[in-house]
């Protein structure tokens, strides 16, 4: 597993909904966690590993040890939204891209955990923002789709430099073309692997 970055298609997927917490899902979720912490994060979702799930995983210490902190989140909604406020945001698929994003100041979210039992947590601050920032993923929203204008032009550049990057490793053979990677994605959706194998 590995987090692919900007602008592999993954990261512009809409994620389909998982049908089944099995010991794959298990297993794919602790080595989130574990890539996660590796990576420095506080937040993890299931298109940055390509994979078209809608689960992502968070632990807003950022630190291993911190068990009491993971959260899993699987098939979530977010409910409600009240307020919004301006704050600074990174993005593992992005390394070293920093920006003011604004967002719902406080929310509640729906999901399932680990477990297949149903959670609502309303949240503030960091954890609402983070919750947001991974929401978006699952649905193929990048944080710099939500810049201003102003800020957006700045970070213009830095996107242009992954996107050339990017292209390279494929035109070079190290990373399949687009369609390759696609195909791979519609493959890995939730209800054309329980249909298939
Ligand atoms: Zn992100």
């Not at 406080?106 to 949240?123: H, P, S």
């Not at 944080?143 to 957006?152: P, V």
């Not at 994605?185 to 329980?194: F, V």
Request: aromatic fraction near 8%; charged fraction near 35%; charge should be negative.
């Amino acid at each position: 597993m590995e987090i692919v970055p900007f602008p592999h298609p993954a990261l512009r997927w809409k994620s389909k909904p998982i049908v089944a917490i099995d010991e794959r899902l298990r297993t794919v979720v602790r080595e989130m966690f574990d890539l996660m912490y590796q990576s420095r994060g506080i937040g993890l979702a299931a298109n940055q590993v390509a994979l078209p799930w809608r689960l992502f995983v968070v632990n807003v210490t950022g630190e291993a040890e911190e068990k009491d902190q993971e959260f899993v989140f699987i098939n979530p909604e977010i409910v409600r939204r009240r307020g919004n406020v301006e704050g600074e945001e990174g993005c593992l698929s992005i390394p070293n891209l920093y920006a003011k994003v604004r967002r719902a100041e406080q929310i509640v979210v729906r999901a399932f955990d680990l477990t297949g039992e149903e959670f609502e947590m309303k949240l503030d601050d960091l954890p609402s923002r983070v919750i947001q920032h991974e929401f978006d993923h699952i649905d193929g929203v990048m944080f710099t789709d939500r810049l201003s204008e102003s800020a957006r032009r700045e970070v213009e550049p830095v996107l242009a430099e992954f996107e050339a990057r990017f292209r390279k490793a494929q035109a070079a053979g190290e990373i399949p073309d687009d369609e390759a990677l696609k195909r791979r994605l519609k493959e890995q959706e939730p209800a054309a692997a329980s249909a298939g194998r």
